[in-house]
């Protein structure tokens, strides 16, 4: 490494926050950037570790070492080729990704781990910036024509994937924009759309065709995909939201999370949206659910001008060190406080919510909650139980739902005749990515369940692998780790 001592020299540094009162005012990204010699600083933390378990906590397999070298030594340019070569997004991972990476590097045993995610979306924005992304046309043309359901991080992986090696690929986006869960869930305060749409330009410059509004299997039929195509990539996502069945749940006011988000979204962007407006102005809210929807519900709700934002939780409160159990390189259930969280408001572990109470209106007024405890058995799923004489009313006039995803839609998968398993996941093999019907292939949370964004990135880039294999008999697009150094 270019600085052997530099993690004895130099502390962990990550971005400043703007002050909440400032930030609060709209919806664009409020981080501070480091300056670039402190950025330096950070990849010079990055030690010649001989086993880099970085690689291992990354689902894309980064070469995390090396471009943080690069960066450390100020060629930007390499740094820059490096990350492409294994993620096709860094400015998106760069942003949204709780950083896996982060948690098994060597560094994290006894210090504070090299800040990988900041470096990896300041190496993306340098490559924007002096005009290092561009598109990269395949040399021929194959014939074969592929079609992307679905333009979320695995599908816009998978489409770049395929159409580097040549094929003719469509993707397929049933709302008005591109960009799936990125654009209608992720707020803007997190990843400003623009971040979406400067990379769409390279994309749809390499030759990849978008159709919005295409809702296959509804406004589109599967027989004209199957007619029209040679293979098919599913990448639909897990979009059914879990819902919380207790008395009142049908309240006004009681809201899913991804009903809010999308709609606030759409709202920011100008877009139209359907049914009644929801919002948080004047309002105390609850939100059910302690994940990153919730966080995302958090800060949305007081950008509205939310009166209060109570979180509940119904796991125990974890601790800031990692668990026994856990140990390192594993991925931890630590204690984990967003950005959101730290805009005021007020959180609860170990809380269930037993009943939503209405006025003779139905309108949301309150709620009832108990707490809980989780009992422990080697060997067993763990046990809830209530804890007696513990129930309080809250007030509330808005609870938002954000207790993650049961799996997808099955209407397309139905019309297909894919076979799905209890979580309504659609049944394909990691090994290839191959559903029961030969040629359809499925990549993502469709697949896998509701998962991380570098998790969408890597099955996206996997799956396409194993497309233009049955395509063609043969494959030279990389597998994870495996950089094929685009010309960035």
Known sequence: MGKPTGFLEYERKVEAYAPVQERLKEYKEFTIPLEEKEIKDQGARCMDCGVPFCHSGCPLGNLIPDFNDAVYKGKWERAAKILHSTNNFPEFTGRLCPAPCEEACVLNINEDPVTIENIEKNIAEQAFLNGWVQAQLPESRTGKKVAVIGSGPAGLAAAQQLNRAGHFVTVYERDEKVGGLLRYGIPDFKMEKSVIDRRLEVLEEEGIKFVTGAHVGENISVEEIKADHDAIMLCGGATVSRTLPIKGAHLKGVHQAMDFLPQNNRRVDNLPFSGKEISAKNKNVIVIGGGDTGSDCIGTSFRQGALSVTNFEIMGKATLDRPQNQPWPYWPMRLRTTSSHKEGAERHWSISTKEFLGDEDGNLVGLITTQVEWTHKLGERPQLSEVPGTEKRWDCDMALLAL??????????????????????????????????????????????????????????????????????????????EGDLPRV
Not at 409 to 420: A, M, N, R, V, Y
Not at 432 to 442: E, L, Q, T
Not at 455 to 466: L, N, T
């Open 404 to 481: 993650g995803f049961t799996g997808s839609e099955t209407s397309l998968p139905e019309q297909l005749g894919l076979e799905i398993d209890a979580r309504t996941n659609i049944k394909a093999s990691i090994e290839n990515y191959m559903s029961n019907v030969p040629g359809i292939f499925v990549a993502g949370d469709m697949r896998r369940g509701q998962s991380l964004i570098v998790w969408a990135i890597s099955e996206g880039r996997q799956a396409a692998h194993y497309v233009d294999k049955y395509l063609m008999g043969v494959s030279n697009l990389p597998l994870k780790g």
